[in-house]
């Protein structure tokens, strides 16, 4: 099992650009999520999707948008980067509460 | 609002003493309490977890002590190594299938 994968592992984007992170995970696990991880702030949660069909904002979804493409997949969309969207991005699924993270993507917006 | 206090944010321990991480945490009802561990450049990963029907957890040289009534929760890492040396985020949830929450993290540094 790979367990939980993001692509891409880095990624340079200019202010108002658009990218799509992707986040597959093989564990047939119902709940997924999406963080950012900046010095000093911990992880805070952007958007989760609790189930396929649904998802919810997090602590920080402005600026996000999420699509659960289906039980594997949930991908982060920024519209139109900022500055202030320079982060490591973590993909994470759970069972029972534990949460897998995959190996995150780090973007920075110049 | 955070509702998960988590201190030091950063600690420096000499080998084979003790690391302790402390949580304070606002929710009461919060019913599982992770700890995770994460390395540079990964992501982080569960290391041990307790709800609170007991006072203290432990696997090897981790343990968890909880106080419920004070509403704190704390990690221990017994003979500390290098390592260990990695990053420590706290969290705690209720189990009515929401997220979790995470404490800042607090950076270990365990020198020779």
């Known amino acids: 099992n790979a367990g939980v994968t993001q692509t891409p592992k880095f990624q340079v984007l200019k202010t108002g650009q658009s990218m799509t992170l992707q986040c597959a995970q093989d564990m047939n696990h119902n709940s997924m999520y999406w963080y950012r991880q900046d010095p000093g702030m911990g992880l805070r949660l952007i958007y989760y999707?609790?189930?396929?069909?649904?998802?919810d904002k997090g602590e920080v979804p402005n600026g996000y948008n999420v699509s659960r493409l289906n039980k594997r997949e949930f991908s982060l969309r920024l519209e139109s980067a900022a500055p202030s969207q320079t982060s490591v991005y973590f993909c994470?699924?759970?069972?029972?509460?534990?949460?897998?993270f995959g190996p995150g993507t780090r973007l920075t917006v110049t | 609002q955070q509702q998960v206090k988590q201190s030091p944010q950063s600690l420096i321990v000499q080998k084979g003493g003790i690391s302790i991480i402390n949580c304070a945490y606002e929710?009461?009802?919060?019913?599982?309490f992770p700890w995770y561990q994460q390395f540079p450049g990964k992501g982080p990963a569960l290391l041990i977890a307790i709800r609170p029907d007991v006072s203290e957890k432990k696997e090897g040289r981790f343990t968890i002590s909880f106080n419920k009534s004070a509403k704190q929760f704390s990690l221990h890492i017994m003979d500390s190594q290098p390592g260990d040396s990695a990053t420590y985020f706290c969290a705690a949830t209720n189990s009515g299938n929401t997220p979790l929450v995470f404490g800042k993290g607090t950076r270990l540094s365990v020198i020779a």
């Open positions: 994470a699924s759970d069972v029972s509460y534990e949460q897998y």
């Open positions: 929710n009461t009802a919060f019913d599982y």
């Open positions: 999707s609790a189930s396929e069909g649904t998802t």
